[in-house]
């Protein structure tokens, strides 16, 4: 029998996903995987003074390196409620779409946003403590290179009235094979009326936090 269900139901959240209930199925699914990437790699995290300081609506958006960028993000964040838009492939098979439940994600068409999508973005940030994790280049980009991103991300600060919390992920590896994953958090971003700029001052900042972070590896590493 097959495992597929229909991608464009998980669109949408329900109640019970943002709860206190559901954030303590995404704290430890998120814990899980903190500890399986700390035996496997280097794990270091740059800008913490960045943090919010308390948990509250915003859209967090980071490069895009590998399936571990989501969690590996609100571990750098503190464990801060997140919900995560995540491409519908992901919600075709029984495990992920669990995990993707569990970790109170919704599905997104990255050829087309639909409304749904749009209304449950809105929905998570008008909750008050969540914030929507997004990665606007649409895929991952296993090269380390930063694409030019979708405009989703300054839709919805723009629509919701909140701000943008950029971060670079840098992926590198020593001499060895030892594997290191760094993580920079930027400032916020304030939303703005023209989309374009918002859009562009997003992509910069994350270039940046990139490079900088890329700049400051050991001499030992080689980034990937």
């Known amino acids: 029998m097959s495992t597929k269900g229909k991608p464009e139901k998980y669109t949408e959240l329900t109640e019970r996903q943002l709860t206190w209930e559901h954030y303590i199925y995404q704290w430890i699914s998120i814990q899980l995987i903190h500890i399986y990437v700390s035996l496997r790699y280097t794990l270091k995290i740059h800008g913490r003074e960045n943090k919010p300081k308390q948990w ?3 859209v967090v958006a980071c490069n895009h390196l590998s399936s571990l960028d989501p969690p590996l993000v609100s571990v750098a964040l503190n464990y801060m409620p997140i919900s995560y838009m995540a491409k519908k492939e992901l919600f075709e098979h029984r495990w992920m779409r669990l ?3 569990l970790m109170s994600s ?3 068409n ?3 946003l639909e409304i749904s999508t749009i209304k449950t973005a809105m929905k998570v940030l008008k909750h008050g403590k969540w914030a ?3 990665f606007p280049e649409g895929t991952r980009n296993k090269d380390g290179s930063i694409s030019t991103p979708k405009k989703g991300v300054a839709y919805f600060a723009k629509m919701a009235k ?3 919390l950029p971060l670079g992920m840098v992926h590198s590896v020593d001499k060895n094979g030892k594997k290191r994953i760094d993580i920079r958090i930027g400032k916020f971003i304030p939303p703005q009326d023209d989309m374009d700029a918002l859009s562009d001052a997003i992509q910069a900042a994350i270039q940046a936090l990139t490079e900088e972070t890329k700049a400051e590896l050991p001499a030992t ?3 990937l």
């Open 56 to 58: 509250m609506p915003c």
């Open 99 to 101: 995990y993707n439940q």
């Open 106 to 108: 919704f599905a997104v």
């Open 110 to 112: 990255r050829e087309k």
């Open 132 to 134: 929507v994790g997004i």
């Open 162 to 164: 909140v701000p943008v």
């Open 221 to 223: 590493h080689t980034p």
